[in-house]
């Protein structure tokens, strides 16, 4: 019989499936919304079923049957996948696929300079980014849909494994007219109470408050925010301040406003920057290369040096 489908197919709808959107699926696999679209169409066709319920101005959503076929197709992209990395074994070569996630607390500070200098070095790998919380990146990694994922060391389960790149202790971040702005240092006793803007992500906000609760204290938590980049902009507008680990280069929020970043002290547990992945993987060569690059490259890439005295980023309307 015929081959009634083909690889690039089923890359299309398992993307399709994840996303929920032919747009966001073509921007994933980096291609255009009408070749994604007419995969769907010719494998439906193929196969004589709808694997999708199309809503007009709400995505598409998997049938009964849609989920079996994605759980299928990601299958046999993981068989095929197994060629390409015996291929690499054999010759030495890294090279193909590689599905990276990252927790999206930091993906913004980590993730693009880090796939710049790995896609450099090893031009024939095809690096495919996704940012995630921690509960979406456990799912992932358990579903194969991820090789490999940068996370913190936060309720690491048992079926899995972290490997250490970084130590990222806690820093206060404010607004240049807050009144602790000019400490050297703060401990959770001087914020408490002040207002906080908490980062509200999993995980890493039950760390936060953990900060405060080790202490016997409880913060005054003024907003909540998910974001990272609305965090700083609600900091520099003097809502309250925020505690995070990943301290950028810049001084100054989205907005064009300046920042101010104050170490934490006292016995306060850090965060640990790290690859996580299955336990019971064999990580192919391209997967290795990758987790060898992550530790020589990581600790150079600035996320906890002093800050830059740059110039504030121009604001809509300026010339």
Known sequence: MALRFTLRQLE??????????????????????????????????EFGINLFVRRHAHGLSLTQAGHGFVAQARQILSEAAKLNALSNELTGQVRGPLHVACLVTFAQAVIPPLRRAFSDTYPDVDFFQYERDQARILEGLRMARFDIALSYDLDIPADMTFHELAVLPPYAVLDEDH??????????????????????????????LSLFRDAGLTPHVAERTRDMSVMRAMVANRFGYSIANIRPVSTYAPDGSRLVFVPL??????????????????PALTVRRFIDFCGETIRGMGMDLPVSADTPPAKKGSS
């Open 12 to 45: 299309y709808l398992v993307a399709v499936g994840e996303f929920g959107s032919v747009t966001e699926a073509a921007e994933r696999v980096n291609v255009s919304a009408p070749s994604v679209s007419a995969a769907i169409s010719q494998l439906e066709k």
């Open 265 to 282: 002290t006292g016995n306060l547990r850090p965060m640990r920057m790290g690859i996580l992945s299955m336990a019971d993987a064999n």
């Open 179 to 208: 009144p602790l702005a000019g400490r050297r240092e703060v401990t959770v006793e001087d914020l408490a109470p002040h207002p906080m803007i908490l980062l509200d992500l999993p995980h890493s906000s039950a760390y936060f």
